[in-house]
């Protein structure tokens, strides 16, 4: 099994950035691991995902070019960096991981991934 961390959530103004950390520990291999957000009142939503031991990035179509995430296989890290921030932004945000493959243009449902961490808030206001 999959176990996740995640960290790095906090308050920013409009137009800040902010880096989400996500510790990842057990099986990794072949795995899409991926960020998801869901704010009150609203559907979760795919934010970034990648497929370990690629380069090869998915990104929701409301964050591409502001939203960037990797990974760092030493330190079993993955990392979304969080620039030109909106008040639509504000969310909890969740790293996910799935033995599924995923790609720069498909990431698997939401109920398709197995193993959650607990969430870290994101609020963008001024």
């Known amino acids: 099994q999959v176990h996740l961390v995640e960290s790095g959530g906090g308050s920013v103004q409009p137009g800040g950035s902010l880096t989400l950390s996500c510790a990842v520990s057990?099986?990794?291999?072949?795995?899409?691991m991926g960020w998801f957000r869901q704010a009150p009142g609203k559907e979760r939503e795919g934010v970034a995902g990648?497929?370990?031991?690629?380069?090869?990035?998915y990104y929701g179509d409301s964050v591409k070019g502001r939203f960037t995430i990797s990974q760092d296989n030493a330190k079993k890290t993955l990392y979304l960096q969080m620039n030109n921030l909106k008040p639509e932004d504000t969310a909890m945000y969740y790293c996910?991981?799935?033995?599924?493959?995923?790609?720069?243009?498909?990431?698997?449902?939401?109920?398709?991934?197995?193993?959650w961490g607990q969430g870290t808030h994101v609020t963008v206001s001024s």
């Open positions: 057990g099986a990794t291999y072949k795995i899409c």
């Open positions: 996910a991981a799935a033995y599924r493959y995923c790609s720069s243009a498909y990431l698997p449902a939401s109920a398709e991934f197995n193993y």
């Open positions: 990648l497929y370990t031991g690629r380069d090869s990035r």
